[in-house]
């Protein structure tokens, strides 16, 4: 029987395998900080008639806002660019600045040129009952004809 058994040899193999494997995912995660995203966009929402009923004291509202499309697939194509919990009633009128908390990605070149709808929806969320959703479509946007 040889020095290395066949068990030392493949414990040798899979680790370097994972070795390399390892380095690899950290070179991609490195790298990827070197892309600099800078997207602009400007929602302006300066009415909304909340709720059809006046949430009690025990209902949170779950809202986001959605950029939604439509492909020759799919009647409506959503992503869902930013999200927050409204925890009570005080809480509901806010005001934002922010980026999108999520990626519009564009999985190809299918999306250049395209019009857009920004969704502003919202759902309550009751203690108990029935859960109740709106929504305000805002029209008029559409992407860039050319990436960077």
């Given at each position: 029987m040889g020095m290395h058994s066949f068990g030392?040899?493949?414990?040798?193999?899979?680790t370097f395998a994972v070795t390399i494997?390892?380095?690899m995912c950290s070179?991609?995660?490195?790298?990827?900080?070197?892309?600099?995203?800078?997207?602009?966009?400007?929602?302006?929402?300066?009415?909304?008639?909340?709720?059809?009923?006046?949430?009690?004291?025990n209902d949170e509202v779950f809202v986001f806002v959605a950029a939604e499309y439509e492909t020759p697939q799919n009647?409506?194509?959503?992503?869902s660019l930013w999200d927050g919990i409204i925890p009570s009633k005080e809480h509901a009128k806010f005001w934002i600045h922010t980026t999108n908390k999520y990626r519009f990605i564009d999985q190809g070149s299918n999306l250049r040129g395209?019009?857009?709808?920004?969704?502003?929806?919202?759902?309550?969320?009751?203690q108990t009952g029935k859960m109740f959703a709106d929504k305000i479509v805002m029209t008029g946007y559409r992407l860039p004809e050319e990436y960077r």
């Open positions: 030392n040899r493949a414990n040798a193999f899979v494997l390892a380095v070179l991609a995660s490195l790298s990827d900080n070197f892309n600099v995203h800078t997207p602009t966009a400007d929602v302006k929402v300066f009415n909304i008639n909340w709720f059809q009923k006046q949430p009690n004291g009647a409506l194509n959503q992503v395209k019009d857009f709808n920004l969704t502003l929806h919202w759902h309550i969320m009751p």
